[in-house]
């Protein structure tokens, strides 16, 4: 369901206001750091029922008793049947062999299918016309079990649809429920695969389309008009008396009836904390939020790095409130954020969320991301460096984050005169080959900067928990090497591990590259295993261990210091500038 922000302020009735907006706001930084911020927020699709035709809502799905979370309003006396499906996507962490267990809370009967296939039914039967209907009265309240067998026999690599159509004894009842949960069990342990929270493709009042079972994400924005609450992005200079007003854009999150609501800062003063607030039509505002814009010239940057966030909240809040107490100027994540695979939509308001509550400087300030695509961020979750199937496979982050070169995920991002960034695709919708030459100009356009780092997802030169990015090593680390990058950020691999200083893959003190991360922001970390170690001599040091790093630059080198969600260092490198 929607968050609200509230914000008290005097009024002739001394009532409170609130404008209601979302998930959100993150800041996101592209461009010019210090003049310039992109404020984007998730605006939830409303969860009225829309008869005739898909539209999504949470579950549970029903009228008359109260605790529906979707209301069927206009079911009572009309229609007998709904429809509803979910995608599930695999889960990471969750092994082949878990068993499935599907639970239901319904009134009157149900059947349920998983990837096509029937796996549960319940006081269903033909009517004298042939249609199905329910055959007895059941009260909702307990909810049923069913097991459906491994997780593995249903979830290819695109996940599944799991599909129920609910049945109601008769039009005159005075109430109906449908709602289902999804659940791994595998040695003690349970996951939640689809939840209270989770939200549902669902058709009132009509039949649903022959196959229907195994189709997923075709609800689109609904025609015509969408109704606009939010008037502007109200933003100041903290501490100025008056307010400037810009407009907020809107568009459709993804192919989800959700939408991305948007405003662009443009004209900030640099090293200046920006308030901002929210606007609505009927003149309430948000509660304000704050950030600060990047220094001009030669300043020291603070900034954390680091990616594979969400695999359950919990560790994902914790390492969020440890980006925060680093008291950051902004964080460089390397993908893998939310694990949608381009497939869950409604994953992203719990990312935003966490982010939003969590990852707060001391006094309350958000910490901008500045962002990077990973392999979740893609339908299958795949590294495909030759034949990358291109943004459309990655529609979620592409229309959720601001990309200055539409369409593609690589970008380059400057901090003051002498310190600068490049972040790449590496083989998720982009290929490596696509992106090389132009790679080659961006760093030799920055040549004479005196900081260069480079931000990817899937290692080049990793621990051994995964295969490494050859064709990364192939195409990109000898660019790296020309132009003399201080250190590439990896990620992807579920473990911490930080590499010697490498040159031509050897480790070259003087004149090699370290990388660093392997990506263990809040994930279940992966075993690092000691014979891979002995066949990677390039490898200082490697531990399954969630971290991130805090980076600090300064008039003669940079430092980054490896920690824990408490806080704790357990590793730090030190260099000097190479230029």
Same mark, same amino acid.
Not at 89 to 106: D, M, T
Not at 543 to 567: C, F, I, P, Q, R
């Given at each position: 369901?929607?968050?609200?922000?509230?914000?008290?302020?005097?009024?002739?009735?001394?009532?409170?206001?609130?404008?209601?907006?979302?998930?959100?706001?993150?800041?996101?930084?592209?461009?010019?750091?210090?003049?310039?911020?992109?404020? /984007?927020?998730?605006?939830?699709?409303?969860?009225?029922?829309?008869?005739?035709?898909?539209?999504?809502?949470?579950?549970?799905?029903?009228?008359?008793?109260?605790?529906?979370?979707?209301?069927?309003?206009?079911?009572?006396?009309?229609?007998?049947?709904?429809?509803?499906?979910?995608?599930v996507?695999?889960?990471?962490?969750?092994?082949?062999?878990?068993?499935?267990?599907?639970?239901? +809370?319904?009134?009157?009967?149900?059947?349920?299918?998983?990837?096509g296939?029937?796996?549960a $039914?319940?006081?269903?039967?033909?009517?004298?016309?042939?249609?199905?209907?329910?055959?007895?009265?059941?009260?909702?309240?307990?909810?049923? &079990?069913?097991?459906?067998?491994?997780?593995?026999?249903?979830?290819?690599k695109?996940?599944?649809?799991?599909?129920?159509?609910?049945?109601?004894?008769?039009?005159?009842?005075?109430?109906?429920?449908?709602?289902?949960?999804?659940?791994?069990?595998?040695?003690?342990? =349970?996951?939640?695969?689809?939840?209270?929270?989770?939200?549902?493709?669902?058709?009132?009042?009509?039949?649903?389309?022959?196959?229907?079972?195994?189709?997923?994400?075709?609800?689109?924005?609904?025609?015509?008009?969408?109704?606009e609450?939010?008037?502007?992005?109200?933003?100041?200079?903290?501490?100025?008396?008056?307010?400037?007003?810009?407009?907020?854009?809107?568009?459709?999150?993804?192919?989800?009836?959700?939408?991305?609501?948007?405003?662009?800062?443009?004209?900030?003063?640099?090293?200046?904390?920006?308030?901002?607030?929210?606007?609505?039509?009927?003149?309430?505002?948000?509660?304000?939020?704050?950030?600060?814009?990047?220094?001009?010239?030669?300043?020291?940057?603070?900034?954390? =790095?680091?990616?594979?966030?969400?695999?359950?909240?919990?560790?994902?809040?914790?390492?969020? /409130?440890?980006?925060?107490? &680093?008291?950051?100027?902004?964080?460089?994540?390397?993908?893998?954020?939310?694990? =949608?695979?381009?497939?869950?939509?409604?994953?992203?308001?719990?990312?935003?969320?966490?982010?939003v509550? +969590?990852? /707060?400087?001391?006094?309350?300030?958000?910490?901008?991301?500045?962002?990077?695509?990973?392999?979740? &961020?893609?339908?299958?979750?795949?590294?495909?460096?030759?034949?990358?199937?291109?943004?459309?496979?990655?529609?979620?982050?592409?229309?959720?984050?601001?990309?200055?070169?539409?369409?593609?995920?690589?970008?380059?991002?400057?901090?003051?005169?002498?310190?600068?960034?490049?972040?790449?695709?590496s083989?998720?919708?982009?290929?490596?080959?696509?992106?090389?030459?132009?790679?080659?100009?961006?760093?030799?356009?920055?040549?004479? $900067?005196?900081?260069?780092?480079?931000?990817?997802?899937?290692?080049?030169?990793?621990?051994?928990?995964?295969?490494?990015?050859?064709?990364?090593?192939?195409?990109?680390?000898?660019?790296?090497?020309?132009?003399?990058?201080?250190?590439?950020?990896?990620?992807?691999?579920?473990?911490?591990? $930080?590499?010697?200083?490498?040159?031509?893959?050897?480790?070259d003190?003087?004149?090699?590259?370290p990388?660093?991360?392997?990506?263990a922001?809040?994930?279940?970390?992966?075993?690092?295993?000691?014979?891979?170690?002995?066949k990677?001599?390039?490898?200082?040091?490697?531990?399954?261990?969630?971290?991130?790093?805090?980076?600090?630059?300064?008039?003669?080198?940079?430092?980054?210091?490896?920690?824990?969600?408490?806080?704790?260092?357990?590793? /730090?490198?030190?260099?000097?500038?190479r230029?």
């Open positions: 369901m929607p968050r609200i922000a509230f914000l008290l302020f005097p009024s002739l009735t001394g009532m409170v206001a609130a404008v209601e907006f979302g998930h959100g706001p993150l800041v996101q930084w592209t461009g010019d750091p210090s003049t310039t911020a992109q404020v /984007r927020w998730l605006e939830p699709a409303n969860s009225a029922a829309v008869e005739g035709r898909w539209a999504s809502g949470p579950g549970g799905f029903g009228y008359g008793d109260g605790d529906d979370a979707t209301v069927l309003a206009g079911m009572a006396n009309r229609y007998e049947s709904v429809s509803i499906r979910k995608k996507s695999p889960q990471p962490g969750v092994p082949g062999e878990a068993k499935l267990f599907l639970r239901v +809370n319904y009134d009157d009967a149900f059947i349920a299918w998983f990837g296939k029937e796996v $039914r319940r006081n269903v039967g033909a009517g004298p016309d042939g249609r199905l209907k329910a055959t007895k009265d059941h009260e909702a309240g307990e909810w049923e &079990e069913f097991e459906l067998g491994d997780f593995a026999s249903f979830s290819g695109g996940g599944a649809v799991l599909a129920l159509q609910g049945f109601n004894i008769g039009k005159t009842s005075s109430d109906f429920t449908l709602d289902a949960r999804l659940e791994a069990k595998w040695s003690g342990k =349970t996951v939640v695969l689809l939840g209270k929270e989770a939200v549902w493709e669902y058709l009132a009042n009509k039949e649903p389309e022959k196959g229907w079972q195994t189709k997923a994400g075709a609800v689109q924005a609904p025609p015509g008009k969408v109704e609450k939010i008037a502007a992005l109200n933003f100041r200079a903290k501490g100025s008396a008056e307010w400037r007003s810009i407009a907020v854009k809107g568009e459709p999150f993804a192919a989800s009836r959700h939408r991305v609501r948007s405003a662009a800062l443009e004209g900030l003063a640099p090293g200046t904390e920006i308030e901002f607030q929210i606007a609505g039509k009927d003149g309430t505002v948000s509660k304000t939020f704050s950030f600060r814009t990047a220094p001009g010239g030669d300043a020291p940057v603070r900034f954390v =790095t680091g990616g594979d966030l969400y695999h359950s909240r919990a560790p994902m809040d914790a390492m969020n /409130r440890r980006a925060g107490l &680093e008291d950051p100027l902004f964080a460089l994540l390397g993908g893998d954020l939310a694990y =949608t695979n381009n497939s869950n939509p409604e994953r992203w308001f719990d990312f935003i969320d966490s982010w509550d +969590n990852a /707060r400087t001391p006094d309350g300030r958000l910490v901008p991301m500045v962002v990077a695509i990973g392999n979740h &961020e893609v339908i299958g979750g795949g590294y495909r460096p030759a034949d990358a199937p291109g943004p459309k496979a990655a529609t979620e982050f592409m229309s959720l984050f601001h990309m200055r070169r539409e369409g593609l995920a690589n970008d380059t991002f400057d901090v003051g005169s002498n310190l600068s960034f490049v972040l790449l695709d083989g998720h919708a982009g290929t490596i080959a696509s992106q090389t030459a132009w790679l080659e100009q961006v760093l030799e356009e920055r040549k004479d $900067r005196r900081g260069l780092f480079v931000c990817y997802h899937r290692p080049a030169w990793g621990s051994g928990a995964k295969e490494d990015a050859v064709e990364i090593q192939k195409a990109w680390c000898p660019l790296f090497e020309k132009f003399k990058v201080d250190a590439v950020f990896e990620n992807d691999h579920h473990v911490f591990s $930080r590499s010697h200083p490498l040159a031509g893959g050897k480790v003190e003087a004149q090699g590259i990388y660093l991360g392997s990506g922001w809040s994930v279940d970390v992966r075993k690092v295993d000691p014979a891979q170690l002995k990677r001599p390039w490898i200082a040091k490697a531990l399954a261990l969630n971290h991130l790093y805090m980076v600090e630059t300064g008039d003669k080198g940079w430092s980054a210091e490896a920690k824990a969600a408490d806080g704790t260092a357990f590793d /730090r490198i030190e260099r000097p500038w230029r």
